[in-house]
């Protein structure tokens, strides 16, 4: 399901940026910011009653992180509203600027997110040799399927 609604995004937020009513960079920034506050305000309360893992946690514990926490939460959403503002900046350039090669390099964020929970967090020490043989035909899958779409412009007709 998450890869499903993962797929979806792009060519909404395409259609979105193109036509004679299209969005500018910054207004499709300014909502999808605000769809990421609306999303996290729907489902955290969620996912703190009904955890995929471990016991509910109350609100109250959740808010109680430190400064250092909440700033760094903060600062990683900066970061990412920017880093999303500079790919609709640069989409909304002149054709010839635009390649598969910039689509790749943004459908590889959860590649490089997936190798940091594995690599530097660790998340999946201790685990059987069956759960890392499917993280790393995942890995190797995810990988493949960004390099064919960005290599398909060369063999177009």
Do not use: D
Not at 70 to 81: A, E, F, Q, R
Not at 84 to 103: I, N
Not at 123 to 152: D, H, R, W
């Amino acid at each position: 399901v998450s890869g499903i609604l993962m797929s979806l995004y792009s060519p909404l937020s395409s259609a979105a940026r193109t036509g004679e009513t299209a969005l500018s960079p910054y207004s499709a920034a300014l909502l999808f910011g605000g769809g990421v506050l609306l999303s996290t305000v729907l489902y955290t309360p969620f996912f703190l009653n009904f955890p995929v893992q471990g016991n509910p946690v109350q609100l109250w514990n959740y808010l109680k992180g430190t400064k250092q926490q909440h700033l760094w939460g903060i600062l990683g959403g900066i970061l990412w509203m920017a880093g999303t503002l500079a790919a609709y900046a640069a989409a909304s350039g002149p054709a010839a600027s635009q390649s598969a090669v910039s689509y790749a390099l943004g459908q590889a964020v959860p590649l490089a997110a997936a190798l940091w929970g594995l690599l530097a967090w660790r998340e999946f020490q201790g685990a059987t040799v069956g759960v890392k043989m499917l993280l790393t035909a995942m890995l190797v899958l995810y990988a493949s399927g960004i390099a064919i779409v960005a290599l398909a412009p060369l063999y177009a007709k």
